[in-house]
């Protein structure tokens, strides 16, 4: 149990256009799912926390109007980033927590996000 | 401010017995996570201590004391499978994981 999936796992796109990437919880319900960025041989970076049904909790220096963050439902959450740069080529990753799990975060396999 | 500190590299011989040190400052503590993560791969759950003391799981094993801010993870009769980076993360009081700086694991034959 506890499979978190994302989709693309792999994205290439233009500077200047937008990007989405879905984030879901396979066979549990999650309360709460984070996202994080990783650039290369460097550790994770908490972007922003996310609560279904509430607005997303940023983190210092990531820009809100910039990273869209919408957890429509206890299995989904998107980040769309917007109007896409190359310095925004980076791993996204995502994780989620459900009730009652120990603090744990289950991760996704994670996006890569290539921008020309 | 949250301050998470591992060794960046580490290399070791196949078969044998490898310690990967974090050292870390947080404001609020409910317990320290090890994750392995292999290039372009998500982290993958490793170990949990919340309490002081060792937890023993197979060939790994983890090592916590909270009043020293200090956790270890110990992997013994290393494979070749192992190299992989090493990551601390610390759980705060909001829910967060704080990750560490992470430790590349070479493993030689």
């Known amino acids: 149990g506890a499979v978190v999936s994302q989709h693309p796992s792999r994205v290439i796109c233009k500077s200047g256009t937008s990007v989405k990437i879905e984030c879901r919880s396979l066979?549990?319900?999650?309360?709460?799912m984070f996202w994080y960025r990783q650039f290369p041989k460097q550790s994770l970076m908490l972007m922003a926390t996310s609560n279904e049904g509430s607005k997303a909790t940023y983190e210092q220096g990531v820009e809100k109007d910039k990273f869209l963050i919408n957890h429509a439902s206890l299995t989904l959450s998107t980040l769309t980033v917007t109007s896409a740069h190359p310095e925004d080529s980076s791993f996204y990753i995502c994780?989620?927590?459900?009730?009652?799990?120990?603090?744990?975060?289950?991760f996704g396999p994670g996006t890569r996000l290539t921008v020309l | 401010g949250q301050n998470i500190d591992q060794p960046t590299e580490m290399t070791a011989t196949e078969g044998a017995i490898v310690q990967i040190n974090c050292t870390y400052q947080?404001?609020?503590?409910?317990?320290l996570f090890w994750y392995q993560q292999h290039a372009g791969e998500a982290p993958t759950f490793l170990s949990y201590?919340?309490?002081?003391g060792l937890e023993e799981k197979g060939r790994f094993s983890s090592f916590l004391s909270r009043s020293k801010g200090y956790s270890y993870l110990l992997l013994k009769e290393l494979q070749m499978k192992d190299s992989a980076s090493y990551l601390c993360?610390?759980?705060?009081?909001?829910?967060?994981?704080?990750f560490g700086t992470g430790t590349r694991l070479l493993v030689s034959p």
């Open positions: 947080t404001s609020g503590f409910n317990g």
């Open positions: 201590n919340v309490l002081d």
């Open positions: 994780s989620a927590r459900g009730r009652g799990r120990n603090n744990e975060q289950f």
């Open positions: 066979d549990f319900q999650a309360t709460t």
């Open positions: 993360a610390v759980s705060t009081g909001f829910q967060k994981l704080v």
